[in-house]
Nanobody, 125 residues
Framework: VQLQACGGGLVQAGGSLRLSCAAS????????MGWFRQGPGKEREFVAA????????YYADSVKGRFTISRDNAKNTGYLQMNGLKPEDTAVYYC???????????????????WGQGTQLTVSS
């Protein structure tokens, strides 16, 4: 499945932004979707993931309560709603997809089957 992320930008601390991840190529509803981010000088890290049906979601502790992952399988699109943004949220955000939610949550990044290009989020203080 091919993924394309968009929606990044420059936001003040405390603000909100929604990222989108458009999927194509295969039946998107067969894939769990996730978001990762890579801050300056840091390794890429897990942010959130959602199961194929959208019934279960998972979050990194650092974003829990502020970020919401969702998906619309009819539109082949995943979303990451980000509220209460902090300067430490500044990063390039990547969407990803895999047949197994566990791969998104726990496995090595190179084992994830599909990645979108990154979209930059900058949060100013």
């Amino acid at each position: 499945v091919q993924l394309q992320a968009c929606g990044g930008g420059l936001v003040q601390a405390g603000g909100s932004l929604r990222l989108s991840c458009a999927a194509s190529g295969r039946t998107v509803s067969n894939y769990a979707m996730g978001w990762f981010r890579q801050g300056p000088g840091k390794e890429r890290e897990f942010v959130a993931a959602i199961k194929q049906s959208g019934g279960s979601t998972y979050y990194a502790d650092s974003v829990k309560g502020r970020f919401t992952i969702s998906r619309d399988n009819a539109k082949n699109t995943g979303y990451l709603q980000m509220n209460g943004l902090k300067p430490e949220d500044t990063a390039v955000y990547y969407c990803a997809a895999d047949a197994l939610i566990a791969t998104l949550r726990w496995d090595k990044l190179e084992r994830i089957s599909s990645w979108g290009q990154g979209t930059q989020l900058t949060v100013s203080s």
